[in-house]
């Protein structure tokens, strides 16, 4: 007795039940009952090639039980395809799901089907936007706004609201990422860009100079755009001067500084002295780390 062997609209369809390798299988998986024989159903459709408003209902009822099944997924994209479905309506659909599923890939791979196929974003940053206040971080999000981006050229509107999420949470690396992406993702930029992106690194380190990010992105537009690390060394030193060792603000600005010296002709021991700080009093757990670090120094010109 089940689900779809009681339902009368699944009378003509014999079940394929899964084949775990015979009668005394070594390690089958403890499928719940409901859950195997709903398999059973869609390997019979599959088998068919059937694609109908039951297969749709059968997709996702299994959705519903693992929506990390790729291949239900797949089979439910192409059914929905096949029957000119309202794509719209799948996406409607997929918004409850994927606020109910955040760290699910096949969500958002269907979703880019869905979108590509209807070729129209309308609503898409709204639906972003909605879960981000669940998750600012969230991967998958992240990695499909970016998709969007590229596909419908979305480029002018996005750094506002990179600008909006960073001022709710400067340390959101996944929104600093996302800004050299739209900044930097189109080839070469004017002067003119690289100088605000200094500028914005600049005051986003004023605000949490303990926060690795934006001293990431600051060294990123210094190579980007070929300009030397020593260009900000006067910067660098508001945060972490070896004249008082026990003042440092910020490790990273240490860190910074041991690139600057060693990149200036005969500083090679304040870049070890500042490498020697961050291994010995401002971030020990890495000490190996620093301390082969130091040991690089002068090797090149060797």
């Known amino acids: 007795m089940g689900k779809y062997s009681d339902d009368p609209a699944w009378s003509d369809m014999i079940p394929l039940p899964q084949d775990d390798g015979g009668p005394n299988p070594l390690a089958a998986i403890a499928y719940t009952g ?16 059937e694609f109908s408003d039951r297969v749709l209902a059968l997709t996702e009822d299994i959705i519903r039980m693992n929506p990390a099944h790729y291949t239900v997924w797949l089979y439910r994209a192409k ?10 309506e799948e996406i409607e659909w ?63 509107g996005e750094l506002p609201d990179i600008e909006t999420l960073l001022q709710e949470d400067v340390r ?28 914005y690194s600049k005051n986003a380190i004023l605000l949490a100079p303990q926060n690795q990010s934006p001293w990431n992105y600051l060294r990123g537009v210094l190579r980007k755009s070929n300009r030397s690390l020593s260009s900000l ?4 030193e508001q945060f972490a001067s ?28 304040e870049a070890r002295a500042a490498l020697d700080l961050l ?8 000490a190996n780390y620093w301390n082969y670090r130091k040991g690089l120094i002068g090797s090149v010109q060797a």
């Open 34 to 49: 409901e859950y195997s024989e709903a398999m059973s159903y869609l390997r019979a459709v599959m088998a068919k090639n």
């Open 79 to 88: 059914a929905l395809f096949e029957l000119h479905k309202d794509l719209r």
């Open 94 to 156: 997929l918004n409850v799901i994927a606020l109910r599923h955040q760290k699910n890939y096949q969500i958002w791979h269907h979703r880019q089907l869905i979108m590509t196929h209807l070729s129209d974003p309308a609503g898409e940053a709204s639906f972003i936007s909605q879960m981000f206040a669940s998750d600012a971080k969230n991967y998958h999000v992240w990695s499909y706004r970016q998709w969007l981006v590229r596909t419908f050229e979305l480029w002018e």
């Open 172 to 199: 959101n690396n996944s929104a600093w990422n996302h800004r050299w992406f739209v900044v930097f993702g189109r080839g070469e930029v004017a002067e003119g860009i690289v100088e605000r992106e200094i500028e």
């Open 233 to 236: 060394s006067t910067f660098a």
């Open 242 to 269: 070896l004249n008082k060792p026990d003042e440092v603000k910020s490790s990273h600005a240490l860190d910074f500084l041991a690139d600057v010296y060693g990149e200036q002709e005969g500083r090679d021991e």
């Open 279 to 286: 291994a010995k009093k401002y971030d020990p757990i890495r």
